[in-house]
């Protein structure tokens, strides 16, 4: 049996770990492609790379490319391309630049990979999902957007370090946007299947909300520079293990919504099943009223920021 191909559009801070991770892991062979001004970057990075496997002794090969005809039938595509964030900027101040850049990633893949599952990355993650999804015109179930997985596991690290248990155990679901309006649902938060509310206090509870939504502020003004790298890599890596394995695990993605919690039209962050065929199902979770209308609220700020797109 042949080798899956992962290609990986950006092969900047997310991209070169999400490139080391995949090889680990042994998920298929990785190609980098990036801007021709950067192919001397990710040629270096996938080489780099290359001569780490001897320790750990993984056979995945890797190379890097200016070139996007070297995402040539690739099986998972994802694509970190863009700019990130610095301090004091919010996601949607990368619109306008990262629009440009995916609605030319999206060209390129309908051309070279048409049958690929297609993970989105770059912010405003839902906005630049959704853009893609419209450039593409690839069929919902092979579109999806990386978010939720990664603000889910941002729940899960705050409620394992607050409560100094593994965070093995603790489980949870994180709805709606990639920001501050995202809706961590708290009732359905447990450590080893014990309620989280059995466990911390509403106010502490409440913190650990705070700081998930703010997760990702957290650390580009730790980074100065750039934002968060090696999280969403792993987040990236859950969903192409996902994919390839067809595990059917459930992930919160930014999955396109049609009808499901009464969303039409719109990627947002909802508990998903991804599996061989990709975004297979989207689980439909009974919101209360309060959760309803946090919902309702993220919402609003994605259409807010799809509608900027012009798309
Ligand atoms: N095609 C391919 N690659 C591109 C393109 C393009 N049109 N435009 C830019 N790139 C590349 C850059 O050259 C760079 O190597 O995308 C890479 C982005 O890497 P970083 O600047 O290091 O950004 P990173 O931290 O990896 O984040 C990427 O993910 O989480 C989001 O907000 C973040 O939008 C940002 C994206």
Redesign the pocket.
């Given at each position: 049996m042949s080798r899956k191909k992962i290609a990986l559009?950006?092969?900047?801070?997310?991209?070169?770990i999400l490139a080391l991770i995949c090889a680990q892991k042994e998920l298929g062979d990785v190609v980098v492609?990036?801007?021709p001004?950067?192919e001397g970057?990710?040629k270096g990075k996938a080489l780099d790379i290359m001569q780490a496997r001897p320790h750990d002794g993984y056979d995945s090969d890797l190379s890097g490319s200016g070139d996007?005809s070297d995402l040539k039938d690739a099986d998972v595509v994802a694509?970190?391309?863009?700019?990130?964030?610095k301090p004091g900027m919010t996601?949607e101040d990368?619109l306008a630049t990262?629009l440009?850049?995916i609605s030319?990633?999206a060209e390129?893949v309908k051309k070279f990979a048409p049958e690929a599952f297609v993970i989105v990355?770059?912010?405003?993650?839902d906005a630049?999902v959704y853009a893609f999804h419209k450039v593409s015109g690839f069929p919902k179930n092979r579109v999806v957007g990386m978010a939720g997985a990664l603000d889910n596991a941002r729940f899960r690290t705050f409620i394992a370090m607050e409560t100094g248990m593994s965070v093995q155990d603790v489980s949870c679901i994180v709805m709606g946007g990639h920001g501050p309006t995202m809706v961590p649902l708290i009732r359905t938060a447990t450590v080893g299947g014990v309620p989280l509310t059995d466990i911390l206090s509403r106010k502490e509870i409440d913190a650990i909300v705070t700081r998930v939504q703010e997760a990702?502020t957290e650390l580009v003004k730790l980074y100065g520079k750039?934002?968060?790298?090696f999280s969403?890599a792993a987040a990236i890596t859950e969903m192409i293990e996902a994919y390839l394995k067809d595990k059917k695990r459930v992930i919160p993605s930014a999955a396109f919504c049609e009808g499901e919690y009464g969303i039409d039209g719109y990627f947002i962050g909802v508990p998903a099943v991804i599996g061989a065929g990709g975004v297979e199902r989207i689980l439909e979770v009974e919101l209360t009223e309060q959760e309803s209308n946090l919902l309702g609220s993220t919402l609003e700020k994605v259409k807010a920021t799809v509608a900027e797109t012009g798309l």
């Open positions: 559009v950006g092969g900047g801070q997310i991209g070169g492609i990036d801007i001004e950067a970057m990710v996007f694509i970190t391309a863009g700019v990130p964030r996601r990368l990262n440009n850049i030319n990633v390129n990355v770059s912010n405003p993650l630049i990702g750039g934002s968060a790298f969403p």
